[in-house]
T-cell receptor, first 113, second 115 residues
Framework: GNSVTQMEGPVTLSEEAFLTINCTYT??????LFWYVQYPGEGLQLLLK?????DKGSNKGFEATYRKETTSFHLEKGSVQVSDSAVYFC????????????FGTGTRLTVIP | GAVVSQHPSWVICKSGTSVKIECRSL??????MFWYRQFPKQSLMLMAT?????????EQGVEKDKFLINHASLTLSTLTVTSAHPEDSSFYIC???????????FGSGTRLTVV
């Protein structure tokens, strides 16, 4: 079946620190992979995605590379800001994104000045 | 961009009462809406998928008589937790999608506490 395992939080970093949030997946087919972000009081927003192996999704300084050999999609950012404080969800969708999303548990990131 | 409004953002109710959560797509018509639930330290789990004008499709293990879903229009879906119990306390979140070619837009979620 499909599942996502995500690094447990919470994660607290100082501003300008390097961020990695680990995510690994199990899927029966060739899934699309996503990172969603939820800022306080708001809905989940798509942060980035990758639809096939070796694709790199990027947005707002965040990056994640679809690694089929390690079944991973780790989220990274070189220099975090206070405004990046949020909950980050890794997710997958099988059959090219047409089907439902399977989520990880979410990782709460707090960036302190 | 597409916006989904979910209401209320939090609710406390007594055991045995029913609670209704609304999910509205504000600037697009959502042919499909999804309801998720997240228990502490667990993943967001899909509860059910609803298509406008038809019965919802529930995931395995979700009681359809307890979690009533109504998708009466292209912009509104409601989830009613009937005869709520403390074990129903959770974070409920909806999402909407115009069609299979478009992405998902999420509401901000509802924190339900049953006392």
């Amino acid at each position: 079946g499909n599942s996502v395992t995500q690094m447990e939080g919470p994660v607290t970093l100082s501003e300008e620190a390097f961020l990695t949030i680990n995510c690994t997946y199990t899927a029966t087919g060739y899934p699309s992979l996503f990172w969603y972000v939820q800022y306080p009081g708001e809905g989940l927003q798509l942060l980035l995605k990758a639809t096939k192996a070796d694709d790199k999704g990027s947005n707002k300084g965040f990056e994640a590379t679809y690694r089929k050999e390690t079944t991973s999609f780790h989220l990274e950012k070189g220099s975090v800001q206070v405004s990046d404080s949020a909950v980050y969800f890794c997710a997958l969708s099988d059959q090219g994104g047409a089907n439902n999303l399977f989520f990880g548990t979410g990782t709460r990131l707090t960036v302190i000045p | 961009g597409a916006v989904v409004s979910q209401h209320p953002s939090w609710v406390i109710c007594k055991s045995g009462t029913s609670v209704k959560i609304e999910c509205r797509s504000l600037d697009f018509q959502a042919t499909t809406m999804f309801w998720y639930r997240q228990f502490p330290k667990q993943s967001l789990m899909l509860m059910a998928t609803s298509n406008e004008g038809s019965k919802a499709t529930y995931e395995q293990g979700v009681e359809k008589d307890k979690f009533l879903i109504n998708h009466a229009s292209l912009t509104l879906s409601t989830l009613t937790v009937t005869s709520a119990h403390p074990e129903d306390s959770s974070f409920y979140i909806c999402s909407a999608r115009l069609d299979s070619f478009n992405g998902y837009t999420f509401g901000s979620g509802t924190r339900l506490t049953v006392v």
